[in-house]
């Protein structure tokens, strides 16, 4: 998933404001191809990241994770063979996001102010997954209900 641009909302004085003026700045520096993560946004107050319309767009987000991060292990399975790497975090953030789809599919999930318990999995393995920004929407979602 992309990361969506600036709120278009943000006033001239948000625009002065040194936070805002830092934040665009690395906004635009190449480590981050041009868009910083949502999640970083959230730590001063920018709410950008795009949440799901729908519980089916929901349960398709989280479909999403689940074969990203089948996708690493079988990758990572590889790369045991050829006598790399060794990832021990797909197998539970698979099931806990199976847990999540089951919750969805039921339509019994609790939506919450608090992260979703994979978020320490996916923080902790920041580094060796490439689309945390799908994981930021999701956990966006839970936190903040569906976008409406």
């Known amino acids: 998933m992309d990361c969506l641009p600036v709120n278009e909302e943000v006033t001239k004085k948000d625009k002065d404001n040194d936070a805002y003026a830092s934040l665009s700045n690395l906004i635009n520096t190449p480590e981050w191809g041009g868009l910083k993560p949502a999640r970083k946004f959230d730590e001063i107050g920018l709410n950008i990241m795009r949440r799901a319309k729908s519980l089916n767009e929901y349960i398709e987000l989280v479909?999403?994770?689940i074969f990203e991060v089948g996708e690493l292990r079988a990758a990572d399975e590889w790369e045991q063979e050829e006598g790399g790497g060794i990832l021990d975090f797909p197998v539970p953030l698979i099931n806990q996001l199976r847990?999540?789809?089951?919750?969805?599919?039921?339509e019994c999930h609790i939506f919450g102010e608090r992260d979703l318990s994979l978020m320490k999995i996916v923080r902790a393995n920041a580094r060796q997954i490439p689309f945390n920004g799908l994981f930021d929407i999701i956990n966006q979602t839970h936190r903040l209900g569906l976008e409406n």
């Open 63 to 65: 479909d999403q994770a």
């Open 99 to 106: 847990q999540l789809k089951e919750e969805l599919t039921a």
